[in-house]
């Protein structure tokens, strides 16, 4: 036997003396063959679909240079192909409970595809480092590192995993070669999660007899000697001698080690895990250290990364929201808002909002059917293009209302639900003094509702506390300060606004900003004089001119309702004028110091609180100014925040409050004004009912007739503002056909883009359909909107303009009282602020027994008072409610 032995080595010995050398295998140029293909994969993926690219991130734990190194390498390789790569450092203060929580922010993230945790975690406290691999979402793991990769690649469910880069980039290479894996013997040297394991496996299912080998194993030359293909991938440098290898083999060699060698310059040299020189004599095939696997092994994360968006274009669209919407079976003869409430369940709040895209961290459950959505969204999509932005409004309605909110709602549930098309409502928080009118409790109606009805009428999103809390603060304080000024010295009241603490007095940003509007250049209050003492301890309020609690309350929910960013909420609250002092200066809440107390009190009213119709359509409810000495709409934050969710392609319907010529002119005035933003569309809402109330005791289609020219001017009211305009018919079961025509006949003819019936209150969007294909069609034509007036003009002429030009009245008439105010206001820096009338929505006159159109009238101007923390002046004309009672 040993002779036999001995002959076949000396047989083989002079084969190996007489063969050539191995073919190597360069992993640079097979790298960059994936490359290239893969930035070609890319380029069709961003022509078919604009805008989009694969998101990679890259997470790191402490600032290791052989991790930046790593790092580096592969975001340098992303950008080359067109990967959108991003490099998340966290410091190595950072718990493990950090490091978790910025995973799952980057889990929900939908315009990123792949996610690599590099190890190690370099941080000052312990981590658990398989935990940490696990939280990455099993659709993400482009490392294939979770053990639900592992498990799906062990079970050689290969087409549902990613499998880990390094075996992935050993079976390019293998393949490079042109040696069928299948049916040879493979030993695979290391057993690492990486590396060994993952590269036994997947030999495995593609069919070769495979052998794992470790450092402990005893045989190791005499099962390397078996191998047809060969991966090592000990840690162990030129471990594998080159006498071992079977000739011709394939030689994966993954080590990287660095071994002394004086002659270069660094005194140490790169080598693999295989003896190269010796190998590279014996085997068929051998890839070289370095220029081998490592190559690859970026390129692997690369084309996984390709692959797994891919895999999220085959059930997303970019931009497109992957909800689930509900469907809804209206029932004959239909039921009470509160049974069709109960027949639709809302879905889990937290579900909704992740099929829209937010992320768990930015959403707070207020319950299981709302949430608090954080301003942080607006952060993260501020360069996200907005989508088209359509306004509702109606004619002038009767005191039951026109239905402007419900049909808001069916547009959208029409838009999303049965359109397919990202669709938001924006809708205004129903005040509880007012759920029990004639409008009902229901915010919408019939099968147009938010739901749970209960929830969204009945119990309070905390708004109207913190109103209310805030304004009986100021009024405090506005009481407090006259009575400490009387009864306590010029000192003590320095002493009591400004204490001394270890020697030192310090000055709050509010105390700095009325020292800059009083001209005192000084920050240290130790260097005040007697006299600039005297001027800044002492605001001598005139008690006459105090404002009341439900004054400071309409306007602290009008600054909600029209700040857009918490910034912007500390600047309006510091503008609230609460009195004027016996000079006739404005006194404000910044003058009062509170007015940083006050945006803390309000700052978690101004996220806005997101619900769902009953088809599913996600709803922001967020605050309730009143419609006729404030502005009367939903948030601006809601609107923005809803324009960025729902992305260019989307819409986002908001309502408007009152008519055409009160609620819209404000909408635009005032909300737009300020938010910069500019609608696309506008919804007349309108009905026959309504009609003929404005078109007198006259037969029913001449008395429709007659109605008619109402319809006509508010029509004019919108389109004065330069956008398309849509009459939305808002039909009953009493409505005749020939009714409904005239309708629409007489829109058209007013220069309407389109008018549609709409039946949604008994079908749900489905009724809202056609009006949701108009809007859609009406959405594409070039924006032109116009505000009404220049905001630089006087403050009477503003308000004549609204006058002349939404009510059609001859002139206004200011009384004495209102002059005496605008010179005032004008005079304190108030006079190039939007105006808001406040007068009957009833009618286009003050006089709400007027119908139709009235004209030749002019129009009383009573009283005139500033919202400046709001930002505009409002106008009296009768004995408009200045609360919300």
């Known amino acids: 036997m040993f002779s036999v032995t001995a002959t076949m080595l000396r047989r083989g010995a002079l084969r190996y003396s007489q063969c050539t050398m191995a073919t190597v295998v360069s992993g640079n140029k097979t790298s960059q063959q994936v490359r290239e293909r893969l930035r070609t994969e890319i380029a069709e993926m961003s022509s078919q679909f604009p805008g989009f690219r694969p998101g990679l991130v890259v997470l790191q734990v402490g600032d290791r240079d052989d991790s930046n190194l790593y790092i580096s390498m592969k975001l340098k390789a992303a950008a080359e192909i067109g990967i959108n790569a991003s490099h998340i450092r966290l410091p190595k203060t950072a718990t493990e409970d950090e490091v978790l929580r910025c995973i799952i922010a980057v889990n929900e993230n939908p315009a990123v595809h792949g996610l690599i945790v590099q190890l190690p975690l370099d941080s000052f406290y312990p981590i658990d480092t398989e935990k940490v691999t696990n939280a990455v979402a099993q659709e993400k793991d482009v490392d294939g590192l979770t053990s639900i990769n592992a498990g799906k690649l062990s079970r050689g469910d290969l087409r549902n995993c990613y499998i880990p880069c390094t075996p992935n980039g050993c079976l390019e290479l293998i393949s490079q070669t042109g040696v069928a894996v299948s049916g040879k013997n493979a030993v695979v040297i ?37 191998a047809d293909i060969l991966v090592v991938g000990a840690g162990k440098a030129e471990m594998v001698k080159g006498e071992w290898v079977k000739e011709g083999a394939v030689v994966i060699d993954c080590g990287i080690n660095h071994i002394t060698d004086s002659s270069k310059p660094s005194g140490k040299r790169v080598v693999g895990d295989v003896h190269y020189s010796s190998a590279v004599q014996r085997a068929g095939y051998i890839t070289p250290v370095p220029g081998g696997v490592g190559p ?69 459950p207020y319950g299981k059917s709302r949430a608090k959505i954080q301003l942080g969204v607006l952060k993260r999509m501020e360069n996200q293009p907005d989508g088209k932005y359509v306004v509702v409004t109606g004619i002038t309605p009767p005191p039951v209302g026109e239905g402007k909110r419900t049909m808001a709602l069916g547009l959208a549930q029409a838009l999303g639900a049965h359109l397919n098309i990202n669709a938001f409502a924006c809708v205004r928080e129903p005040f509880p003094g007012f759920c029990f009118g004639a409008k009902g409790f229901a915010v919408g109606g019939g099968y147009c509702q938010v739901v749970p009805l209960d929830e969204v009428s009945l119990q309070p999103f905390g708004q109207y506390e913190a109103v209310s809390s805030a304004s009986r603060l100021v009024m405090d304080a506005v009481k407090a300060h006259p009575h400490y000024e009387t009864k306590l010295s010029q000192k003590a009241l320095f002493d009591w606004m400004v204490p001394l603490r270890e020697g030192q007095r310090s000055l709050s940003t509010a105390q700095l900003s009325r020292l800059k509007k009083l001209g005192i250049e000084k920050s240290d209050p130790l260097t005040f004089t007697e006299a600039e003492i005297r001027r800044f301890v002492r605001l001598d309020i005139d008690a006459d001119t105090a404002a ?93 925040m809803a324009l960025k969710l729902v992305g260019s392609e989307g819409f986002v319907v908001s309502e408007s409050g009152h008519g055409g010529d009160v609620g819209l002119e404000k909408f635009f005035n005032i909300k737009c004004h300020y938010s910069g933003l500019k609608p696309d569309v506008v919804v007349m809402v309108a009905n026959v009912r309504t009609l003929k109330m404005h078109g007198s005791a006259l037969p029913n289609l001449k008395q429709l007739e007659k109605g008619c020219f109402h319809l006509k001017k508010q029509v004019e009211n919108a389109k004065a503002f330069g956008l398309p305009v849509i009459v939305a018919v808002n039909t009953f079961s009493c409505d005749t056909n020939a009714e409904l025509e ?63 030009q939404m009510y059609g009245a001859k002139d206004i008439e200011l009384s004495p009282k209102a002059m005496e105010k605008l010179a005032l206001y004008t005079k304190q820096g108030f006079g190039n602020l939007p105006v808001c009338i406040a007068k009957t929505h009833l009618s286009l006159s003050n006089d709400p027994k007027l119908k139709r159109v009235p004209s030749d009238f002019i129009l009383p101007i009573t009283d005139v008072k500033a919202n400046a923390g709001a930002g505009f002046l409002y106008a009296l004309t009768d004995s408009v409610s200045s609360c919300y009672s």
């Open 190 to 226: 290391g057993r690492s999660k990486i590396v060994g394991a993952p590269m036994h496996d997947l030999l495995l299912w593609n069919h070769a007899t495979v052998t794992t080998c470790h450092s402990k194993t005893i045989d190791l030359a005499e099962q390397v000697g078996r």
């Open 296 to 364: 690859m092994t970026v390129a692997m994360l690369m084309k996984n990364t390709v692959q797994s968006a891919n895999r999220f274009l085959q059930t997303h669209r970019p931009g497109k929201w992957n909800i689930v919407y509900t469907k809804v079976k209206p029932r004959k003869p239909q039921p009470s808002v509160i049974t069709i409430s109960r027949s639709c369940p809302a879905k889990p709040i937290a579900q909704l909002a992740r099929e829209m895209g937010l992320f768990s961290e930015e959403v707070e």
């Open 548 to 640: 009341d609690c439900d004054f400071l309350g309409n306007e602290i929910m009008a600054i909600l309702s029209l700040s857009s960013a918490e910034e912007d909420l500390k600047q309006r609250l510091s503008r609230i004028v609460v009195a004027t002092n016996k000079s006739g200066d404005p006194v404000t809440t910044e003058d009062l110091d509170v007015s940083g107390t006050l945006a803390m009190l309000l700052k978690d009213a101004l996220k806005p609180v997101l619900m769902q119709t009953v088809e599913g359509t996600p709803v922001f409810v967020h605050t309730s100014p009143l419609a006729d000495i404030a502005q009367g709409y939903t948030s601006i934050l809601a609107d923005k």
């Open 742 to 804: 005239l309708v629409c006949s007489h829109a058209k003819q007013a220069g309407a883009f389109d008018a549609v019936q709409c039946t949604h209150w008994s079908e749900g969007g489905a009724g809202a359909l056609t009006l949701a294909k108009a809007v859609r069609r009406s959405a594409k034509l070039p924006g032109q909107f116009k505000f009404l007036y220049d905001s630089q003009i006087p403050a009477d002429g503003k308000l004549r303009t609204v006058a002349k």
